[in-house]
Nanobody, 120 residues
Framework: QVQLVESGGGSVQTGGSLRLSCVASLLTDKMSWFRQVPGKEREGIAAIQNRIITSYADSVKGRFTISQDNAKNTPYLQMNRLKAEDTAMYYC?????????????????WGQGTQVTVSS
């Protein structure tokens, strides 16, 4: 079974950047990043398949970039121009079973999460 470990979260000011990493124990062809704020549903924000095909939620399009380093079994999430509303716990996910890459219910394996806090 694939295991996922996220890192790279932290505190940053509005307009700043962070890069999240998700080390996977095995290479998978579909992986995604999600985020969740307490009291709200988990939101799919970026997905990558077959190493090069990407998709994004409208809320992060143009600011976030997902990529994958296959040599390290690691998908990354580069987050630029961060806003206060990007504050959340960020998770990577694998073992996709379904049809919608940004739907959290279609993933079976999750990392423990990494906190991102954006302040003005």
């Amino acid at each position: 079974q694939v295991q996922l470990v996220e890192s790279g979260g932290g505190s940053v000011q509005t307009g700043g950047s962070l890069r999240l990493s998700c080390v996977a124990s095995l290479l998978t062809d579909k992986m995604s990043w999600f985020r969740q704020v307490p009291g709200k549903e988990r939101e799919g924000i970026a997905a990558i398949q077959n190493r090069i095909i990407t998709s994004y939620a409208d809320s992060v399009k143009g600011r976030f970039t997902i990529s994958q380093d296959n040599a390290k079994n690691t998908p990354y999430l580069q987050m630029n121009r961060l806003k206060a509303e990007d504050t959340a716990m960020y998770y990577c996910a694998a073992d996709f079973r379904g049809w919608s890459l940004l739907d959290p219910s279609m993933y079976n394996i999750w990392g423990q999460g990494t906190q991102v806090t954006v302040s003005s």
